[in-house]
């Protein structure tokens, strides 16, 4: 198993931008939630998504209008927006109403990527989050999910990835048994489940899973990820 993907909402009426969309998405590894009105849409922020495309033109809502919901359900998630409103008063209107990025149609597929991982790493850099965190061979992509050790790419399950991230979130502090209960499983779980995810990990991440450089155990209490020298 690879790690969870990110999950983009695309909020667009026209069922082959919709289309193209998901294709595009879905070949970089994203999850994609389709919305194709503005009801919709505000329904499907119950599913948390990491970024929302949002096509202004929408049926039952004007877009600047729906925009403000968004904002109000959720201040952190990007949103870029696409419109076919190439003029200056709109792009600001939409920036000034909460949108990060603003891109006109037509549009290439390859820049909205690009569009979308500078969302996404701005909003990882707003949160005091590198976009790729380094220590010794370690690198970890926060914003593509990727793991590699050296150039060799390592799988993770979505647990070992939440629980890596985690890690690499509170970089340099000591993370309690019952703080990873807490937010990985269940305040009342047995922290064993702890101590096989953490040597799991270790097996795939360390270069001595014995006598890890890493991940560090502050015995009797938790672990502690080391921060880059």
């Known amino acids: 198993?690879?790690?969870?993907?990110?999950?983009?909402?695309?909020?667009?009426?026209?069922?082959?931008?919709?289309?193209?969309?998901?294709?595009?998405?879905?070949?970089?590894?994203?999850?994609?939630?389709?919305?194709?009105?503005?009801?919709?849409?505000?329904?499907?922020?119950?599913?948390?998504?990491?970024?929302?495309?949002?096509?202004?033109?929408?049926?039952?809502?004007?877009?600047?209008?729906?925009?403000?919901?968004?904002?109000?359900?959720?201040?952190?998630?990007?949103?870029?927006?696409?419109?076919?409103?190439?003029?200056?008063?709109?792009?600001?209107?939409?920036?000034?109403?909460?949108?990060?990025?603003?891109?006109?149609?037509?549009?290439g597929i390859n820049e909205l990527l690009a569009r979308i991982r500078a969302a996404l790493r701005h909003q990882l850099q707003v949160h005091g989050e590198r976009p790729i965190f380094h220590l010794g061979e370690l690198s970890v992509d926060l914003v593509r999910r990727i793991v590699k050790v050296g150039e060799r790419e390592i799988k993770l399950s979505p647990k070992e990835y939440d629980l890596l991230r985690l890690f690499v979130q509170h970089a340099g502090k000591v993370l309690t048994h019952n703080f990873l209960l807490r937010e990985l499983w269940d305040p009342t779980a047995d922290s064993q489940y702890v101590r096989v995810y953490v040597a799991q990990l270790r097996q795939k991440i360390e270069p001595q899973p014995n006598s890890p450089e890493y991940i560090l155990t502050e015995t009797g209490v938790g672990y502690r990820l080391r921060v880059p020298d």
Do not use: C, H, W
């Not at 949103?79 to 939409?94: D, F, G, N, P």
């Open 1 to 107: 198993m690879t790690a969870s993907p990110l999950k983009i909402l695309v909020i667009d009426d026209e069922p082959p931008i919709r289309k193209l969309l998901r294709m595009g998405l879905a070949t970089q590894g994203y999850q994609v939630i389709e919305a194709p009105n503005a009801r919709k849409a505000l329904e499907s922020m119950a599913q948390k998504p990491d970024l929302v495309i949002l096509d202004l033109g929408l049926p039952d809502m004007q877009g600047m209008d729906l925009l403000r919901s968004l904002r109000e359900q959720n201040d952190a998630v990007p949103i870029v927006v696409l419109s076919s409103r190439a003029e200056e008063t709109a792009k600001v209107q939409a920036l000034d109403f909460g949108a990060d990025d603003y891109v006109t149609k037509p549009f």
